[in-house]
Every structure is written in structure tokens, then in C-alpha cells.
């Protein structure tokens, strides 16, 4: 069993039962993903309890209770939804709802997803099992479920219109099929998609293998976590349906750093991360300190000989991307997108670069219409992480993140892999910072500087032009000097 088997499950304090008196009074039912039709209080009765989270923290794995035992994942910022056991059916309840979910401290964003929270729980199964989930919509228009990369029959494939009426608001759908193949994959709505997963509707699913496979190893630490991305102007709460590429919130299951939780584990431990891509663009994934393999795709398993050792992968729209790698260095170990913009908060997209521009005259003058004007982007826009500004409500700075030497000027898909010599098997509580040993910190050096080495042969254009200008272009160049009206 998992080294997680020891810890309990999901926090009972922030999981709501929802009554089905409640929820009969609410919800029609419609028997399988092709049928619509309400039925009776006995029948109602029949559904699995929808059970609904609404922290934001990142939950303990959910060890099974029921049906084959498998090595549990942990979601970031999320948890695993729980089942019953019918008949040998592994029966779980989803519930598509508006929700209100929090980015980071300080800052609430009214999402849609699903049993209280954007992306939805993940649902963990093991190859053979019999599913069967139930599907709620209490969302203000009609939806469906396509199970992203399952081989399924037709019907219960969740394309509104092709494969399945829509479930309309009230009603109840059924899915069910076999797992067929272990792997990492994702649901989402296939009705208005362009509409609810902007709103963040999705979730991850994963089905273990089994039995031992020759392609599948057992690690000790097992993390999954979906990019998505939102348009939420500052000083708002909903996002922009209808944006397609001025993104400004780049998120990991809906949550940008800080608010994202590190991911704790023990040195020498053999870790595995499972990243799906829900985003419209591209996201090359990079772990600083480590080398890792990438052992999975949305396809399943990677043949062995095409694994290579890498510290960036690429996850494109759509895909998934399963690493691992031993965390054999102790340290506090950044994890981001190795696009920059993608690792900023609430960003603007149509700020003029103003570095080297001396705004001393003008920002005198407008500090007399507007007394809490501050120059920005003068000297970089580092600036901006340490200047008191005030910004507007339920947002958060564009670069933000206290660590243990200052700022860490960060935000967007951002995260930390802590590896510690003290952590026990199967405890994810973050450790706090990493103490270096003396003598391995970068400093500051004071004393004198020689002159670069030059070749007599440098200087000189090999090929210059043919016809120079008449008069010479002199660009006058002002270094950033530190002043006041910061």
C-alpha cells in the first residue's frame, strides 16, 4: 500500500454532504447519457451522496476503502472525489454548479465547476473497473462530460448533440463504461465549451494500472494538476468568456503563486507529476535541480526507449504529460512555465516600456492632480514588488511571493518542490524554507575588479555598408540612477 496509507484522507470539516431531500427538491433525474426523464423519490434515492469541498488546500490522497487497491494521487490545491461500491460498480456523483474559488489569498474569483470547486475533484480508478458517474447540472444553461482520452462507447463519449442530448438545467445524466487502460487523463464539458471552460470547468481522472506494469513504475509521491487560464480584469471576480489570447491569470488548478501549494517530499523519494493542458497555449514545464524522464503522454505509457532525460518539457493545448524523477537533491527547488509572462498576476498587455525615461518633471506635476501617482517601469518593473501601491480590491500584484532572502517577484504558474532529508513517508505538510549549508549561498564580492582580457584582433564590421547615412544617429543613453517618488 501507498507510504500516504497512514494519513487520513480528505478533512472532514470541509467537505459538505449535500441531503438528498435537498437535492430531490432540486434535480430531475435522466437514466443514461441518452435519456431524459424525471423519476421517483425511490429512485432519487439511488444516487450516490454529492459530496462538495470548498477549501482551497491541497487535501491528503485518498487511500481506497472499497474495490482494487491502487497507490493514491495527490491534487494540488484539490482532492480526490470519493465513491461507493454498487454491485461492483464504482459509483461516483458530480455536481456542475457556479462556484466561488480562491486564486490566492485575497483574491476570489466566481468560476463554474464542479462539487464546490474550479477544476472539479479528480476521480481515481483502476484499470477494469466498472464505472458509473451521475451528473448534476445545476448551472444556468445545459452541459455534458467528455471524458478527455478514455476508449469508451460512442454514446457515453459526452459531445452534446452527437453523442448525447445536452443535460439540461435540473436534470440528472448517467455515464458508464469500463476504465480499459491505465493512464492520465481529463473531463470537460463538450456543450458551450468555449464558455464553461473559461469559466473553469474540468478535472483530472486517473486509472491506475492493475497489476505490475512492465511501463509503469511505483513511486512514492504521485502529484496531478491541470494549466488553465482566466481573463479576470483587477478589482473583478468573473471571467471573460469570450477572450481567446490576452490571458492574464495563468493558473494552476485555478490558483496563481502564491497561493499555489509547493509540492513536499522526501529526499530520495521517487516522485511522479501528471500535468494536464486546458489552456490555449503552450506551456514548456520547467524543474530546476533535477533531471526528469517524461513517462506518459495522453497516449498512456512512453516506450522506454524513447525516454530522455530533461529539465523542460512542452505540454501542449489538449495534452497531458506525466514526469518523474528522483528527488535525490535537498533544496527549495522553483517549478514554473518557462514562458515569463505566464509566471505574472493580473497583467497589463499595453504598457509602453518606459526604462531610461526620466519621469522626475512629469510625475512632480501629476502628484498635484493625483497625489498617490508613482512612476512605473522605470528602472525594470521589479520596482513594483516592493512599492507600497495600493491596488484594487480581490486582486493580487502582478509579481508577488516573500521567500527567505526578499521577493521572489513571481506569480501566474509558479510553484516550489521542497525536498527534505526529515520528511516523513507520506506527510505533505510544507516544511518551511530550506536551510543552505554554510558556505553554498551566492554573495555579494567587494573586492577589486580586473580589466577583461582583450584580442589585439577584435573591432571592426567584416561587412559594412555600403551607403552610410549622411548624418550620424546618436542615441543618448540615461543609466538608471535611484531617486526619490519611488
Not at 434535480?27 to 470548498?54: F, N
Request: glycine share 10%.
Amino acid at each position: 500500500m501507498h507510504p500516504a496509507a497512514a494519513t487520513p484522507a480528505i478533512e472532514a470539516k470541509n467537505i459538505i454532504m449535500t441531503s438528498r431531500r435537498d437535492f430531490f427538491k432540486f434535480a430531475g433525474i435522466a437514466g443514461g447519457a441518452v435519456a431524459a426523464s424525471s423519476v421517483s423519490r425511490v429512485a432519487m434515492a439511488a444516487l450516490p451522496e454529492p459530496v462538495i469541498q470548498t477549501s482551497p488546500n491541497t487535501m491528503a490522497p485518498l487511500v481506497p476503502n472499497s474495490g482494487r487497491p491502487y497507490n493514491p494521487v495527490v491534487t494540488l490545491n484539490g482532492w480526490t472525489l470519493p465513491w461507493r461500491m454498487n454491485q461492483g460498480v464504482k459509483e461516483f456523483h458530480l455536481v456542475a454548479e457556479p462556484v466561488v474559488r480562491e486564486m490566492a489569498p485575497g483574491f476570489k474569483a466566481h468560476l463554474w465547476g464542479y462539487n464546490g470547486q474550479s477544476p472539479g475533484p479528480t476521480i481515481e480508478v483502476v484499470e477494469g473497473d466498472r464505472v458509473r458517474i451521475f451528473v448534476t447540472n445545476k448551472l444556468p444553461e445545459h452541459t455534458s462530460i467528455h471524458w478527455h482520452g478514455q476508449r469508451l462507447p460512442n454514446g457515453m463519449d459526452g459531445v452534446a448533440g452527437l453523442n448525447q442530448p445536452a443535460i439540461q438545467s435540473g436534470k440528472t445524466f448517467v455515464y458508464e463504461f469500463v476504465a480499459r487502460r491505465p493512464g492520465t487523463f481529463m473531463y470537460h464539458p463538450h456543450a458551450d465549451e468555449m464558455t464553461q471552460m473559461a469559466m473553469g470547468m474540468m478535472g483530472f481522472w486517473i486509472t491506475h494500472p492493475k497489476a505490475k506494469h512492465p511501463l509503469i513504475d511505483e513511486v512514492h509521491r504521485d502529484f496531478c494538476f491541470l494549466l488553465s487560464a482566466y481573463d479576470i480584469e483587477p478589482g473583478a471576480a468573473t471571467p471573460k468568456v469570450a477572450e481567446m489570447t490576452n490571458f492574464n491569470l495563468w493558473t494552476w488548478n485555478s490558483r496563481i503563486f502564491p497561493g499555489i501549494d509547493s509540492l513536499n517530499v522526501r529526499l530520495n523519494d521517487k516522485v511522479r507529476i501528471r500535468i494536464g493542458n486546458l489552456t490555449m497555449t503552450n506551456h514548456p514545464m520547467h524543474l530546476h535541480g533535477h533531471e526528469f524522464l517524461v513517462t506518459g503522454t495522453d497516449g498512456g505509457p512512453t516506450p522506454k526507449s524513447t525516454r530522455l532525460y530533461e529539465v523542460t518539457t512542452d505540454v501542449a493545448v489538449g495534452q497531458m504529460r506525466q514526469i518523474e524523477f528522483l528527488a535525490d537533491e535537498e533544496g527549495d527547488w522553483a517549478f514554473h512555465c518557462h514562458k515569463s509572462h505566464h509566471t505574472m498576476n493580473a497583467m497589463g498587455h499595453d504598457i509602453p516600456t518606459m526604462i531610461g525615461v526620466d519621469h522626475r518633471g512629469v510625475a512632480k506635476k501629476i502628484n498635484n492632480l493625483i497625489p498617490d501617482y508613482m512612476v512605473m517601469g522605470e528602472r525594470g518593473m521589479a520596482d513594483m514588488t516592493e512599492m507600497e501601491m495600493p491596488i484594487p480590491d480581490n486582486t493580487v500584484p502582478m509579481m508577488t511571493g516573500e521567500g527567505p532572502f526578499g521577493s521572489v517577484e513571481m506569480g501566474g504558474m509558479f510553484s516550489v518542490l521542497k525536498v527534505r532529508r526529515d520528511q516523513k513517508p507520506g506527510d505533505y505538510k510544507n516544511p518551511g524554507w530550506y536551510k543552505n549549508p554554510e558556505g553554498t549561498v551566492a554573495y555579494e564580492y567587494t573586492g577589486p575588479m580586473a580589466e577583461p582580457a582583450r584580442f589585439k584582433a577584435e573591432g571592426g564590421q567584416s561587412m559594412p555598408r555600403v551607403r552610410k547615412p549622411a548624418t550620424p544617429t546618436e542615441v543618448k543613453v540615461r543609466k538608471p540612477t535611484s531617486h526619490g517618488a519611488h
